[in-house]
């Protein structure tokens, strides 16, 4: 009789599970989602500062397309981390993989905030500052494109089917409660100073106005960076503490260990069942290989995450400040701050109603209401209304993000794929879905200040938001015609959900 199995091993087992137990790790896989956002929209506090620091440079001209490179350039750090995500998580365990991006979020904060550290004379902007400054940044993106593969994957294989989505939202939830976090971080580091004041000149190129709050310039920002450190401290910790994924283990032939979890979270006799329908699984699907459940499989998650990018979001998170000051708000830190608690709540939309109504609602009405906030901010933008309406339409369309693109791609990347190519498959997946970010972060500073004719440089304003909202269009299309309903099945139905197809 198996070891795993035998009455004597599972006569040591806890006869019922523990939520608590249950809760506490899928709090600390929690927190890599709250740095993952915490990581990404630091950037909307710091970039204006940035911005005004290097054009202070002597040996070269910072551009708009150099300014959309610096800002989203973490955003190849994490394509870079995504995609080495499915090798980290089958090679060393999810819970390794965990520590390796605590370790570099930890790393990025401390270079970000003195990139001149050994190399160069503080408070002189070079080009090759600028380049030390973007590979700290990168670093810290590799940490944030492994923890956006691994946290949700790690939850939903320690997570029982029925709570499952719910708890995988819980990540998205501290992915936005880290920006919103930061928003307040961002708000409370400025404090009486104000951001710089940057004009075009006549060469179409930006100056820094000698009015300018210098402290904002060359302090400001750093301060913004580093004080991710903590955060990331306190996750390097915690996750030591952690066990490892019950599944991975199952995978890896540590069948005892991988009992002894799962019975712990589902109690002995719902363990046993899960871990014989995991070596099910695995005796049933030898090769392991990608397209192992044919090629829709892969396609679908792909398209899951282009779409979650491709609609726009992260441009409005990036650099919400700049928006509402664009559209004439007083105080954009104000409503950037709004607009992260709005975020905020509508993400619990999904957390409370993502097993009572499935995924594929959420997502299709979650399109639909992109597309309505979007086509409002490109309608403000070429017609004379107040600016309420924009900032309105703005927050309809973050609002509508919060309650399905944003959590429930994470839920359905985490769970589609079968136990034998989850972690190359998501890696895969979530590669994807840092190319489209760092695509849609670097060209929307470009294409919201592009010029045309009479309309001047509401052109790009309007442009930028009616493609978004057409993009948001063929998502609910998408998810309409392709993406399949997951509520309520087990990680172990979904290859012979695949093989169906």
């Known amino acids: 009789m198996d070891v795993a199995l035998s009455p004597e091993y599972t006569a040591t087992l806890p006869k019922s599970g523990s939520k608590g137990y249950l809760y506490g790790i899928v709090g ?3 927190l890599g989602g709250l740095l993952f956002g915490y990581d990404t929209a630091v950037i909307s506090g710091a970039e204006k500062g940035l911005q005004a620091y ?81 590979l700290y940044r990168i670093i810290g993106g590799v940490g944030v494109g492994l923890a956006s593969a691994v946290c949700p994957m790690y939850i939903a294989e320690v997570s029982p089917a ?16 880290g ?36 402290w904002t310039i060359s302090t400001g920002w750093r301060y913004m960076f580093v004080s991710e450190a903590f955060v990331a401290a306190t996750f390097m910790i915690l ?34 069942d ?29 398209m899951l995450s282009v779409f979650q990018q491709a609609v726009g979001i992260n441009a409005v998170l990036y650099y919400a400040p700049r928006i509402f000051e664009s559209i004439g708000m007083a105080n954009p830190m104000v409503q950037t701050v709004i607009m992260g608690v709005v975020n905020i709540s509508f993400t ?52 509508a993000f919060m309650f399905s693109w944003g959590p429930i791609c994470w839920v359905l990347i985490s769970e589609i794929f079968p136990n034998a190519i989850r972690s190359q498959a998501i890696a ?22 592009m010029e045309l004719g009479a309309m001047g440089v509401n052109f790009g304003h309007c442009f930028v938001y009616a493609l978004y909202g057409v993009i948001c269009v063929l998502a609910a299309w998408f998810v309409i015609r392709l993406v399949p309903e997951t509520k309520g099945r087990t990680l172990e139905d979904m290859a012979t959900l695949w093989r169906k197809k």
Not at 187 to 212: K, Q
Not at 431 to 440: E, G, H, L, P, R
Request: hydrophobic residues 55%.
């Open 28 to 30: 600390v896989a929690v």
């Open 348 to 399: 619990l939309v999904a957390v409370f109603t993502v097993e009572r109504w499935g995924r594929k609602p959420l997502l299709t009405w979650g399109s639909i209401g992109m597309a309505v906030g979007a086509f409002g901010v490109a309608l403000a933008a070429c017609v004379d209304v107040p600016s309420a309406f924009a900032a309105v339409s703005i927050m309809v369309y973050s609002a």
């Open 428 to 449: 895969i997946a979530v590669a994807f879905q840092w190319v489209f970010n760092f695509i849609v972060s670097s060209t929307f500073v470009p294409m919201y200040n």
């Open 54 to 134: 290097f054009l202070g440079a002597k040996d070269f001209v910072y551009t708009d397309v150099i300014h959309g490179i610096t800002s989203s350039s973490a955003l190849l750090g994490c394509i870079i981390g995504s995609a080495l995500s499915g090798f980290c998580a089958w090679r060393f365990g999810r819970k390794k993989s965990l520590l390796l991006a605590a370790a570099l979020f930890l790393v990025s904060a401390l270079g970000s905030f003195m990139p001149e550290f050994l190399f160069f004379e503080k408070g002189l902007p070079t080009f090759s500052l600028l380049i030390a400054f973007n």
């Open 239 to 272: 996750v030591c503490f952690v066990p490892m994924s019950p599944r991975y283990l199952a995978l890896k032939g540590s069948y005892s260990k991988a009992l002894r979890i799962l019975a712990r979270i589902n109690g002995v006799e719902k363990a046993k």
């Open 162 to 177: 029925s709570i499952r989505g719910t708890l995988v939202s819980w990540n998205q939830f501290a992915i936005i409660f």
């Open 179 to 214: 920006q919103l976090v930061v928003y307040f971080v961002n708000f409370m580091i400025l404090g009486e100073h104000t951001n710089p004041i940057i004009e075009r000149t006549a060469e179409n190129l930006w100056v820094v106005l000698p009015t300018s709050d210098v």
């Open 274 to 302: 899960i871990l014989l329908e995991i070596r099910h699984e695995k005796a049933t699907d030898k090769t392991g290989k990608l397209f192992s459940f044919g090629f829709l499989v892969i396609f679908v998650g792909v």
